[in-house]
């Protein structure tokens, strides 16, 4: 079965799971090749451009979940997206809204790092953005509330590549909104339509709700989610132009 599957993909995704896996693999196998690989937040010291580019080949080695639901997602959907489209548009349209999904998540926790930081002393602020690195790096962190949520937002990363697959699954509700698929929990089947809005939905929430246990990142997710609508939208009224 897996072979057939494996057989029956299109090559930019076939080429994409090769590559998520062996980026996967690869974390395993080379020491702190996340700090490397992983998107920092733009400021941070461990920050580096090429995340932008990297950081959606990375998934969580503490959970086989984060790269099977993702790889799952890209087979099951993009695939039928790659037939429609070609090869290169739905390799641009990956990678855009991977992009988008890595802008809207910065742009984000800048934005929630500056409101923290507006309601702290600039001495602590300073303090904190000094030594906080080196101190997360040993697992620990500032005893201070405020201090403490400073510094776990400047240094953690966000990676995988969800931002680019909600692209993908608005993308397929968009083109086959009445597909229906069926649902695990519970086993019902549902209109491509419905229940991709209703995980969009799902995600604005979680994302306006900020929970500090939560450490999904929401925003990029809706991140590939907008910049994928964008993108379909453009694409769907005029069909004689790549771009």
Same mark, same amino acid.
């Given at each position: 079965m897996?072979d057939q599957? $494996?057989? *029956?993909?299109?090559?930019?995704v076939?080429?994409?799971?090769?590559?998520?896996?062996? $980026?996967?693999v690869?974390?395993?196998?080379?020491?702190?090749?996340? &700090?490397?690989? %992983?998107? /920092?937040?733009?400021?941070?010291?461990?920050?580096?451009p #090429?995340?932008?580019?990297?950081?959606?080949?990375?998934?969580?080695?503490? @959970?086989?979940?984060h790269i099977? $639901?993702?790889? $799952? %997602?890209?087979?099951?959907?993009?695939?039928? =997206?790659?037939?429609?489209?070609?090869?290169?548009?739905?390799?641009v349209?990956?990678?855009a809204t991977a992009?988008?999904? %890595?802008l809207l998540? @910065?742009?984000?926790v /800048?934005?929630?790092?500056?409101g923290?930081?507006a309601?702290? &002393?600039? &001495?602590?602020?300073?303090?904190?953005?000094? *030594?906080? @690195?080196?101190? #997360? @790096?040993?697992?620990?962190?500032?005893? &201070?509330?405020?201090?403490?949520?400073?510094?776990?937002?400047? *240094?953690?990363?966000?990676?995988?590549?969800?931002?680019?697959?909600?692209?993908?699954?608005?993308?397929?509700?968009?083109?086959?909104?009445?597909?229906q =698929?069926? =649902?695990l929990?519970?086993?019902?089947?549902?209109?491509a339509?419905?229940l991709?809005?209703?995980y969009?939905?799902l995600? =604005?929430?979680?994302?306006?709700?900020?929970?500090p246990?939560?450490?999904?990142?929401?925003?990029?997710?809706l991140?590939?989610?907008?910049?994928?609508?964008i993108?379909?939208i453009i #694409?769907?009224?005029?069909k004689?132009?790549f771009?």
């Open positions: 897996l599957i $494996f057989r *029956n993909m299109t090559p930019v076939k080429n994409l799971l090769i590559l998520n896996v062996l $980026f996967f690869a974390e395993f196998a080379i020491p702190n090749i996340m &700090d490397q690989m %992983a998107l /920092y937040p733009i400021g941070s010291d461990n920050f580096r #090429w995340q932008l580019a990297t950081h959606f080949f990375m998934h969580s080695k503490q @959970s086989f979940f099977i $639901f993702n790889m $799952f %997602a890209l087979v099951m959907f993009g695939t039928h =997206l790659e037939r429609v489209w070609g090869a290169q548009r739905f390799l349209y990956y990678f992009l988008g999904a %890595a998540h @910065s742009l984000v /800048y934005l929630r790092i500056k923290v930081e309601s702290m &002393d600039p &001495d602590l602020v300073n303090y904190v953005m000094n *030594n906080g @690195s080196e101190l #997360w @790096s040993q697992q620990k962190n500032f005893s &201070d509330p405020l201090m403490g949520q400073l510094n776990a937002m400047s *240094n953690v990363p966000v990676l995988g590549a969800s931002g680019a697959i909600f692209g993908v699954l608005v993308a397929f509700g968009y083109l086959f909104p009445n597909t =698929l069926m =649902l929990f519970p086993p019902i089947p549902v209109k339509k419905f991709i809005i209703g969009i939905g995600e =604005l929430y979680l994302g306006f709700a900020n929970n246990h939560d450490n999904v990142a929401h925003f990029a997710h991140g590939g989610a907008l910049i994928g609508l993108l379909v #694409w769907q009224k005029d004689t132009k771009y």
